[in-house]
């Protein structure tokens, strides 16, 4: 059964909608890893190169990103990549970056860490600043392009981590 869907309380704002999209994306990309069973995490194959640990990792790092690098015009601060489980984004063979050591935890935490800077920068837009361009490091996007585009892609990678569990259940 799925979990009701919760609007903030100013649901009628582009903004206020977008935020509630992140906040049940991700919901629901922790209701799917919690299904995953702890030998998953960071196992990979040929069907699947990258690790559950892999993808978690990928996300809270893209978060990050898009935050500082596009959104705010500026390099992560080192404080916000603190204990981080990943060094880089993807390896020489363009493979996820693999988060080997990192803990369902640890991977958990920086997806917290990640989101909470967000949302903590993006309670500060008002809504005409959704759509005014802003100059990233490595190009211009508006704050609205920038939330749509991280709601699509954790979705992409959800849809990734849930075939990742359904194919490892018959091995159950």
Known sequence: MRAPFRLPEQPATRLGLLLAQLEDGRARTLRIVATAPAELLHHSSPDFPNSLAAHLAH??????????????????????????????????????AQAETATLPE??????????????????????????LVQGLEGAATPEWILSHLLQHEAEHRGVMRRMIAAWAPRA
């Open 59 to 96: 996300l809270a790092a893209i978060e990050l990103d898009w935050l500082y690098c596009d959104l705010l015009g500026v390099e992560i601060p080192a404080e916000a990549l603190e204990n981080f489980p990943i060094d880089d984004v993807r390896q020489a063979d363009g493979r996820l």
């Open 107 to 132: 991977l958990l935490a920086a997806l917290a860490r990640a989101r909470y800077l967000l949302l903590t920068e993006c309670a500060r837009l008002a809504e005409p600043d959704l759509a005014e």
